[in-house]
């Protein structure tokens, strides 16, 4: 059973990082957006480099 | 939305420094809004960002798909209007939308904050329920008390930070003494947790940490969902307001000067250009032309404006300019008096108790006697705390409003997002509980069944030669009874005559020389015709004839036969009342079929007539989209405008039509009905897994793993049940 002491501490950190990851998502207004974002990756517009 | 938001993305140190020079920047830029109904793709986002970016002045924009919008930063001197060309060039249809109005939307700090305490609680409970999976299966001993430890360090923080809203509600109730569906919740909440860390300390069997979990994300995904539909309802509904930029123009010494309604002060001199809406009351100073009342009063005749006629904010200035002094200025003008009006209405509705919360009133103190008298019984059969206080918390946490929470929002979300799509915009949140109630319809008649717009009657009776010069003299007007006779002559293939010296006299009509007579169309009086009750612009050929009439009646808004008709035949009774003349109403009352009509009548009178109607146990859905309707449209059980309507009745309303067309009203009290049927048929099955849950419970036989089961299957049957709708 001694394998509990390192599933669980990582079962906790990948769920912690999925949380952490949906905040950040939610803070930088990635969800302001969605149809637009969704067709924006269809435009190939800035392919060669970033939008400045 | 971004720029806005920026500051607090401090993932990205990079992005912290660009924002702060960004707000050093600020004021010497303009932000602006556009609304761009048209835009579907990827492509025309492309197209309107790269059209826009060209623009001299502006630093950036963005185009926003989702709400259909563009936001741009640019130079104070670039307006709006100067970009409306640019984007019509490009194909695009836009309008300016008011950035103060929106603001509100802008920072919806209220729903990230609920979808943020959703996700922790759900992070929270998958990983208990993992723990707890496990205990059900058997973990016994040192593991068991193991799992439980760490699902009540999970839970703990988890519960505090995701149940704020519940304790919040739950606290403002108490204080003042009262009973919400919130007091069994948090007490479910708390009590579960403290028995289960009880527990755990004296490594019982039955630990309910996933419980109290799972409870607090269903609940908060009830929650969630209420609060999306108002959110969406609230921001479209915004953007009509916004899209309604209140400005106008101020002559100062000659000049003209655009300024905000807001600045205007009594004394001013403001020019109102044909076309243009009066934003003040006042006396004319200058200028002749007709005014159209119909949004205040329902008339649809225009009337004659010289100096001295006094104006009120909202009617609609429709040939030559006008200076108008201003006499009463923003909170004084007759639009807010209104408002008076609307108060005394909001005062003698009937309150509705929603049927959540009606259902809350029977439901928590039912809760709390039973799991108190569950506590009490087993204290005095065993005289063990520990045992009582167990029973009594799995009492509390099956039978916590879990289906309750989601019956009414997941019908509703379903149920607005069905209408949604129709162009109905749901405002109030009980607005389709109450239109499922509806047995009387009262219908304004201007701008409501009628679009507001003239149609020729009587072409016919005219010479070939009669309407061609009548052709070229409307041809130089746009009024709009010249606009609806030149289509009409066009339509029939006539061509205009050459009429030469052809002027407008603003207020009265075009005149002309044709053949060396004067020819003139323009108002009865100027003619020296006899003016009938029904809308009508005078010819006059000059070759000494009696002035012969144009006839118009107001065009039928599409779908308002069908919407009668459909009304009808489900059996509601459906009355028109306008306060337009009684020939003008009896006609249109008989092309629709409708057989009670009430015309002439004034704001105060519409409204009585609606509160006689509820009094003797109606109830009204009215629909009406003038200034005089917003008193009847409060006083009205339920009330629908159409998104044309001024800014006041929409704000009166709890339903906004956001297309041209009305068919949609008779569609949404069918779906109002079945919504409503829905709601009962969720309470319904809430109660049965209560019926079944609850003797388990009380008779001590509820384990932990039967509490989840029963929370989450119900749950779920709620949401699927809601989701028929569809």
Not at chain 2, 153 to 164: D, L, Q, S
Request: glycine share 8%.
């Amino acid at each position: 059973m001694s394998v509990l002491a390192y599933l669980i501490p990582i079962s906790l950190l990948l769920g912690g990082g999925a949380l952490a990851a949906f905040v950040y998502t939610v803070r930088s207004n990635q969800y302001d957006d969605p149809e637009g974002d969704s067709r924006r990756i269809l435009s190939d517009e800035w392919d060669d480099q970033p939008k400045p | 939305m971004t720029a806005q938001m920026r500051p607090a993305m401090a993932v990205c140190p990079g992005c912290v420094a660009a924002s702060t020079e960004a707000v050093e920047t600020a004021p010497t830029e303009a932000r602006l809004a556009l609304s761009l109904p048209t835009i579907h793709c990827q492509a025309c986002i492309s197209k309107v960002e790269r059209g826009l970016n060209a623009h001299p002045g502006i630093h950036s924009a963005r185009v926003n798909l989702t709400l259909k919008r563009a936001l741009i930063e640019a130079d104070p001197e670039v307006r709006a209007d100067d970009l409306i060309p640019v984007l019509a060039d490009l194909g695009f249809e836009a309008h300016e939308l008011d950035l103060a109005t929106l603001a509100a939307t802008q920072s919806d700090r209220a729903g990230r904050d609920l979808l943020m305490r959703l996700a922790v609680a759900g992070f929270a409970s998958m990983n208990v329920m993992l723990l707890s999976v496990s205990v059900w299966s058997g973990a016994s001993d040192a593991t068991r008390d193991m799992f439980h430890w760490i699902s009540a360090a999970i839970a703990f923080p988890a519960v505090i930070f995701a149940g704020k809203p519940f304790f919040t509600n739950a606290w403002s109730a108490l204080r003042v003494g009262r009973l919400n569906m919130d007091v069994p919740i948090v007490l479910a909440l708390v009590l579960a947790l403290v028995t289960s860390l009880w527990e755990t300390s004296l490594s019982g069997d039955h630990a309910y940490f996933d419980a109290a979990l799972t409870l607090t994300f269903f609940l908060l995904a009830g929650r969630y969902l209420d609060y999306r539909t108002r959110a969406v309802a609230r921001s479209a509904a915004e953007e009509l307001a916004a899209l309604e930029v209140p400005r106008a123009i101020r002559m100062e010494d000659d000049t003209e000067v655009e300024v905000p309604v807001a600045d205007l002060a009594y004394g001013d001199l403001i020019l109102v250009r044909p076309g243009g809406r009066m934003p003040v009351d006042g006396v004319i100073a200058t200028g002749e032309s007709e005014l159209d009342r119909s949004l205040l009063t329902g008339e649809t005749l225009p009337v004659f404006a010289a100096p001295g006629t006094q104006v009120s904010a909202g009617e609609v200035n429709l040939t030559g300019p006008l200076v108008v002094r201003a006499e009463a200025v923003g909170e004084d003008t007759s639009l807010h008096r209104m408002a008076d009006l609307v108060a005394i209405a909001e005062s003698g509705r009937s309150r509705y108790t929603s049927l959540a919360d009606s259902a809350a009133k029977l439901y928590a103190p039912g809760v709390h006697i039973l799991s108190a008298l569950a506590f009490v019984g087993w204290y005095l059969y065993t005289f063990d705390l520990r045992m009582a206080l167990n029973i009594a918390a799995a009492v509390l946490i099956i039978t916590c409003p879990c289906a309750l929470g989601l019956a009414v929002p997941a019908v509703t979300t379903a149920a607005s997002g069905r209408l949604f799509k129709k162009g109905m915009l749901i405002k109030h949140s009980t607005a389709l509980e109450r239109l499922a109630g509806v047995d009387t319809v009262v219908f304004d008649k201007t701008g409501t069944l009628t679009t507001g717009t003239p149609q020729l009657e009587n072409l016919e009776v005219f010479t070939r030669a009669e309407l061609e010069i009548a052709l070229a003299l409307a041809e130089g007007s746009s009024h709009p009874l010249s606009r609806a006779l030149t289509a009409a002559a066009r339509t029939a293939g006539i061509a205009p005559t050459d009429v030469t010296d052809l002027q407008e006299r603003p207020g009265f009509g075009t005149q002309g020389q044709y053949m060396g007579r004067t020819v003139r169309l323009g108002r009865a009086a100027w003619l020296g015709a006899d003016q009938g009750s029904q809308t009508a612009a005078w010819l006059d050929t000059g070759e000494g004839a009696a002035p012969r009439g144009f006839l118009f009646h107001d065009a039928l808004r599409p779908g308002a036969a069908e919407a009668v008709a459909q009304l009808h035949a489900a059996g509601k009774e459906v009355l028109l009342i306008s306060g337009d003349t009684t020939a003008a109403v009896e006609d249109l009352a008989q092309r629709l079929g409708i057989q009670k009509w009430l015309a002439e009548a004034l704001p105060e009178d519409k409204a009585e007539r609606i509160q006689s109607l509820s009094d003797r146990g109606h109830k009204v859905l009215m629909v009406g989209d003038g200034l005089n309707d917003t008193a009847a449209l409060t006083a009205a059980h339920v009330s629908i405008s159409p998104a044309s309507a001024l800014d006041a009745a929409r704000v009166a309303s709890d339903i906004v039509l956001l297309g041209q067309d009305l068919e949609p009203i008779a569609e949404a009290c069918i779906v109002a009905n079945k919504a409503t049927k829905r709601i009962r048929e969720n309470f319904r099955i809430a109660t049965l897994y209560n019926v079944i849950a609850v003797p388990l419970a009380i008779a001590g036989f509820a384990t932990p793993l039967i509490a989840a089961l029963a929370m989450s299957s119900s749950s779920i049957t709620v949401s699927l049940n809601a989701l028929r709708l569809k």
